[in-house]
């Protein structure tokens, strides 16, 4: 399968697990769409692990890219991207989300929001999230709250772009367009 | 992908983890079966979290559906149902799994008892079940015992009815019958 | 989808959650390799409920199959294997993965030398491996530290074997070869 988007897709959500390559897998689907892309990080920096976890990522991406770190506004951020980009990352909406909630904002705002935005934008977007729902149904009440509005804006989100991946040990299973199959 | 049955077809497990989305589009392939669905809910409401999910369900299914609540005894309430229904959907079997260790019920009878009846029942019916063993092992046994409970009963289940989806973001992966691929 | 390997193929992953069916799958794969197959098992026995899903897992194997039990020097356990095997099944990774973190062995050098391995093997070889990254995120550092490992293991075999299906209620998802889809 190729990572490229067809000439009639302009919007991707890329799923998958901790560590299940999808970030690999969404750089590589926004570089194919040209040599000017952009990068939306929505992680904030609270510990060594996850400044070791951001550090990694970048150097992996490499110089090419120009970047935009904004753990909360993401619409603006997306927004304020310059229009001679090429296409624009946005790793990842598990951290916004998570953000969000620490910062008592109201998701379903901000989700409706950043779906609006979608279909207006100029260039091709691709959004990384978690899945993480199938373990256990968690002890706690914060962790459970988490896992309904994860799944909710991941299903907001695959309903409206053009097309989902939903990766696991770092290959692709295509979940939009959908196949037809008997 | 069409989420009516096959002529073939007439039973079904919708998988996914939690907010997937199983459950809305079990209820599609149940509608898309005739205009008379039943709902066989085995929710037990223990606290106001719980009462809000059911509440959400039931808004989203609307009054075309007639309804029987039932923990505990699912193949009394599925050979219960009226004749004149046009298919059952049982929502979901991971609570009715909870419910019954929680009464101390033997799982792998009540699973033989189930699988027994679906082949002999008359109208098409459709399962919702949770995929729980995606996450880290649970430290606490009872999680790890549901856990394996309820892996096997999804094979269980799986390896007798006509057709398996999984679901994620709401999307489908069909699982069976399989496509011929090399 | 068979079971079978085709000529060109020679190694494979398979991928599931807990009791999803990952096993049963793996030894049907080896079996269809020839009557002489090599079960390499990585548990390590510390406890009753352990002993009793080792137990399980040998009643179903039956008498058929030698066995080796390594739960850390798997790279000289699958080199020791005798060449008059018919294909050697590794169950499973995520185990040796636990092992060697338990015994502060460095996992990455574990890896690459496994990885090097493969390619020069006369046999076909199965491995089984659990996907763990697609719960909530663990609050238990050593437990993410796990989830990361065993992402990236899963990568890293995934990109080099012949072959990747992921199992689901016992039914398998083909990850590689990639069919070609639009």
């Not at 926004?30 to 060594?48: E, K, R, W």
């Amino acid at each position: 399968m190729s990572v490229l988007f067809t000439p009639e897709q302009n919007s991707a959500l890329i799923l998958g697990g901790a560590r299940s390559g999808k970030s690999t897998y969404a750089e590589k689907m926004v570089l194919a769409c040209g040599n000017a892309p952009h990068y939306v990080a929505t992680s904030q920096i609270f510990d060594d692990e996850m400044k070791q976890r951001v550090h990694q990522h970048q150097k992996r991406r490499g110089t090419q890219w120009s970047v935009t770190e904004e753990p909360l506004n993401l619409c603006e951020a997306i927004e304020a991207v310059p229009t001679s980009s090429s296409a624009i990352l946005v790793d990842c909406l598990t951290l916004w989300l998570s953000n969000l909630m620490h910062h008592d904002r109201n998701v379903d705002v901000e989700t409706s929001q950043l779906l609006e935005l979608i279909p207006r934008l100029g260039q091709p977007i691709v959004f990384v999230s978690n899945e993480v729902g199938m373990g256990i149904v968690p002890e706690n009440a914060l962790a459970r709250a988490f896992r309904d509005h994860q799944g909710r804006l991941n299903q907001s989100l695959a309903a409206i772009v053009d097309r989902v991946d939903f990766i696991a040990a770092g290959l692709p299973l295509n979940l939009k367009p959908q196949r037809t199959i008997q």
